[in-house]
């Protein structure tokens, strides 16, 4: 019997929004390298982080997609891990480190009013999407020999 693999159509969807995730992860990165260190005249301690995250994150929720793209069935929980992991970083973990209240960060997030924020906001979306459909994948598994 030939090993399981993802449902394809969910995992190509799923694979498809973490791509498009990642795009805004890059976004948001690049936005605080041109712009929040042009404004600050340097760089300051949020901004770097801010890149790094950014950056890395980008580069984890690509890989994670090119195994669901594969319709590996690990691939697929680890993308769906990663999703969620991000948007409760973003509503809590952030909020948590830099001392920021709840209620201002979802102000922000949902503000669209920069491009940072805007990033962020269609990160969030595009992650929840694409944990939804990852779940799917992993769920809807495929055993046959071309499926």
Request: hydrophobic share 60%.
């Amino acid at each position: 019997m030939p090993k399981p693999r993802a449902n394809a159509p969910a995992a190509v969807i799923a694979g498809v929004l973490a791509l498009l995730a990642a795009a805004m992860l890059v976004w948001f990165a690049l936005y605080n390298v041109f712009v929040a260190t042009e404004a600050n005249g340097g760089l300051s301690a949020i901004t770097v982080q801010n890149m790094l995250s950014g950056a890395l994150s980008a580069v984890a929720l690509v890989v994670a997609a090119g195994f669901t793209f594969a319709r590996r069935i690990p691939g697929v929980w680890t993308l769906f891990g990663f999703c969620v992991f991000y948007v409760v970083a973003v509503f809590v973990g952030m909020p948590l480190v830099w001392g920021t209240p709840f209620s201002s960060q979802v102000k922000w997030l949902f503000s669209f009013d920069d491009g940072d924020s805007t990033a962020m906001a269609l990160m969030i979306v595009l992650c929840v999407l694409a944990a939804v459909a990852a779940a799917i994948a992993g769920s809807v598994k495929s055993y046959g020999k071309n499926s």
